[in-house]
């Protein structure tokens, strides 16, 4: 995970990118 994401920043802040990337590292459930 990017260290530079605050833990309290929200999800829908990211870009498609990074949600996805997220994602796939089972990070978020959606």
Known sequence: ???AVAPEQP???LSKAEQLAL???GVICV
Do not use: E, F, S, T
Request: hydrophobic share 20%.
């Open 11 to 13: 999800y829908q802040d």
């Open 23 to 25: 994602r796939a590292d």
């Open 1 to 3: 995970m990017n260290p």
